[in-house]
């Protein structure tokens, strides 16, 4: 392992990058790296706008699901039966 | 005159003490969201059905405990959550345990750099993927992307990039090392970044 490391290495250790738990050198190398290849700064920006894009994306919609209301009856006509 | 409906605290008081029409008007607004957290970690209907009736019952056994701290919802869901994370840990499989082989977005020459960068996603455009967010496709192709990761996979991610668990707890829940769950949640963001590219960029996934 070279002291800059190469697109897959990058790549691979991004997650442990934005992270901070790789060695100093390591970090080093990884953040001159993306000052110097568009390509694998646009990797991490990805990487860093998927959460948002999925949580946008992903809004569980308002409606109840009908087997939910369906549970929450069995767990009420449950609760009635423990009631004395 | 109109009647004044009972506040949150006087439900969750009456519930507490067996009334379970309270318990049901207490739970009844924040029901998809509790059906929804649940569904997201274990990935399909009949589990979550089951992990939701465990959770609501904990959830009304543990009412009398209930200090209003937080707002119910937020106590509510994470309860739903680890009903979700008991539910997935009794069926977990061996291979859970195996930790995954590192993934890379190519393709890359000889020396592991990027052989044909022009061709790499071009996240810049980011901008553009939000005014398609609400859009019902992403959605769709989020949801099969999701649904195509292994499962020990997918609860990585959920857990830390939709729901903003820190990395120990998602390992303790999970019964997993930190690194592994690193491993784990890269590989997910990798193959869902390799699977919306193109779509972010106007293309078809």
Redesign the interface.
């Given at each position: 392992m070279t002291f800059m490391p190469?697109?897959?290495?990058v790549?691979?250790e991004?997650?442990?990058y934005t992270?901070g738990?790789l060695p100093m050198s390591r970090r080093i190398g990884i953040w001159i790296h993306l000052l110097l290849?568009?390509?694998?700064a646009?990797?991490l920006?990805?990487?860093r706008?998927?959460?948002g894009?999925?949580?946008?994306?992903?809004t569980?919609?308002?409606?109840?699901?009908e087997?939910?209301?369906?549970?929450?009856?069995?767990?009420?006509?449950?609760?009635?039966q423990?009631?004395p | 005159m109109k009647e004044i409906p009972p506040t949150e605290a006087e439900l969750i008081q009456r519930a507490a003490t067996g009334d379970s029409d309270a318990f049901g008007a207490l739970v009844r607004p924040h029901l998809a969201l509790f059906h929804n957290g649940i569904n997201r970690i274990l990935g399909n209907d009949a589990d979550t059905q089951d992990a939701l009736q465990d959770a609501l019952m904990s959830i009304h056994r543990d009412l009398p405990r209930f200090e209003g701290r937080s707002r119910f919802s937020s106590w509510g869901y994470k309860v739903c959550l680890n009903a979700a994370l008991m539910m997935r840990r009794s069926r977990v499989r061996i291979h859970d345990m195996e930790r995954p082989e590192p993934l890379a977005l190519g393709p890359f020459d000889e020396r592991g750099h990027h052989l044909v960068p022009a061709h790499l996603p071009e996240w810049q455009e980011e901008a553009r993927a939000h005014n398609l967010v609400e859009r019902q496709e992403l959605r769709e192709c989020l949801t099969r992307a999701l649904d195509e990761l292994p499962d020990s996979h997918r609860i990585v991610f959920v857990l830390k990039d939709l729901e903003d668990w820190e990395t120990e707890d998602i390992a303790r829940h999970l019964q997993l090392t930190p690194g592994t769950v690193r491993q784990r949640l890269h590989r997910s963001r990798t193959v869902l970044q390799a699977r919306l590219r193109t779509f972010v960029l106007g293309g078809r996934p």
């Open positions: 190469s697109c897959r290495d790549q691979i991004l997650t442990e992270e738990v290849c568009k390509a694998c646009g990797f920006r990805g990487m706008a998927l959460p894009l999925a949580r946008r994306a992903l569980p919609p308002e409606a109840v699901p087997a939910a209301t369906k549970v929450l009856a069995e767990v009420q006509a449950a609760l009635k423990q009631t | -």
